[in-house]
């Protein structure tokens, strides 16, 4: 993995081929000391690991795929938790038939590159398990009157 700083908070990110995306942000956000932030990017691999939540159960269903992915987008944020920092993100990739499908990306190997733009933020903000939808969740400050 390389990475350049473009300012005080923001950081460019390139994923080496053979390297785990999720593994590889962490690992970068361990380094520089980040607990908070969102990225973007996109890329191509060749293993993923999707799935989609069940807020009944509380439960994710997971898929994995094997192939050549383009990477058309990754989306997500790293927020501190009691556990240490997570990473929660999304993903759209299309296959040879240029048809996109995607979900909640748990992990994902890089078969040429991965480009992520990241943000760090200023703010620390952790996330807490919620008991309704039985996910972490951001804890945030202010309310918004219903």
């Not at 058309?72 to 009691?82: L, P």
């Given at each position: 993995?390389?990475?350049?700083?473009?300012?005080?908070?923001?950081?460019?990110?390139?994923?080496?081929?053979?390297?785990?995306?999720?593994?590889?942000?962490?690992?970068?956000?361990?380094?520089?000391?980040?607990?908070?932030?969102?990225?973007?990017?996109?890329?191509?691999?060749?293993q993923v690991k999707l799935g989609d939540y069940n807020v009944e159960t509380k439960k994710y269903h997971?898929?994995?795929?094997?192939?050549?992915?383009?990477?058309?987008?990754?989306?997500?944020?790293?927020?501190?938790?009691?556990?240490?920092?997570?990473?929660?993100?999304?993903?759209?990739?299309?296959?040879?038939?240029?048809?996109?499908?995607?979900?909640?990306?748990?992990?994902?190997?890089?078969?040429?590159?991965?480009?992520?733009?990241?943000?760090?933020?200023?703010?620390?903000?952790?996330?807490?398990?919620?008991?309704?939808?039985?996910?972490?969740?951001?804890?945030?400050?202010?309310?918004?009157?219903?």
């Amino acid at each position: 993995m390389y990475y350049q700083k473009i300012n005080k908070n923001t950081f460019i990110i390139r994923i080496k081929r053979g390297e785990l995306v999720l593994g590889s942000l962490k690992k970068f956000c361990e380094k520089l000391k980040i607990i908070n932030g969102f990225f973007y990017g996109l890329g191509a691999l060749d293993q993923v690991k999707l799935g989609d939540y069940n807020v009944e159960t509380k439960k994710y269903h997971e898929a994995e795929f094997s192939g050549q992915f383009e990477l058309t987008n990754i989306t997500g944020n790293v927020m501190d938790s009691a556990e240490g920092i997570l990473i929660h993100c999304h993903a759209t990739l299309t296959g040879h038939d240029m048809k996109a499908f995607g979900g909640h990306f748990s992990e994902g190997r890089v078969s040429g590159t991965a480009e992520i733009y990241f943000t760090k933020l200023a703010s620390k903000i952790k996330k807490k398990y919620d008991k309704e939808t039985g996910l972490k969740l951001m804890e945030l400050k202010k309310v918004l009157g219903r």
